[in-house]
């Protein structure tokens, strides 16, 4: 199911810090709340437990994903990760490199005219 543009307005007037709209290659749209501080690092110490727990590790980004799903709902990604669990871990992985806006990082000295 596709988001029409209605659908979408109303979820960024709901949600202020952003939302993040990912396509599926068969058509299904998923939006997602933009993540915050917090939810990055749950995810990272999720991540962190991959020798301690793997399994906790493994579907850290999945578990992402859900939470932040906001359309069509967290049932429907639910869905998803059973049907594809790679393409719903990897676009949670994606929402949690999207936590804290546009900066990117630069190795040595970086031009702010770029």
């Not at 859900?66 to 393409?87: H, K, S, T, V």
Request: charged share 25%.
């Amino acid at each position: 199911m596709k988001i029409n543009d209605e659908a979408l307005a109303t979820l960024r007037a709901a949600h202020p810090r952003g939302v993040k709209v990912f396509s599926l290659s068969d058509g299904r749209d998923f939006a997602f709340a933009t993540p915050t501080s917090d939810h990055y690092r749950r995810h990272k110490a999720d991540m962190l437990q991959i020798v301690t727990n793997p399994a906790i590790a493994a579907g850290a980004g999945e578990r992402l994903a859900e939470e932040l799903c906001i359309w069509p709902g967290p049932q429907d990604f639910a869905a998803l990760r059973a049907e594809a669990p790679a393409a719903a871990g990897r676009i949670g992985d994606q929402l949690a490199e999207m936590a804290g806006g546009s900066l990117t990082v630069i190795e040595g000295k970086a031009d702010a005219s770029r």
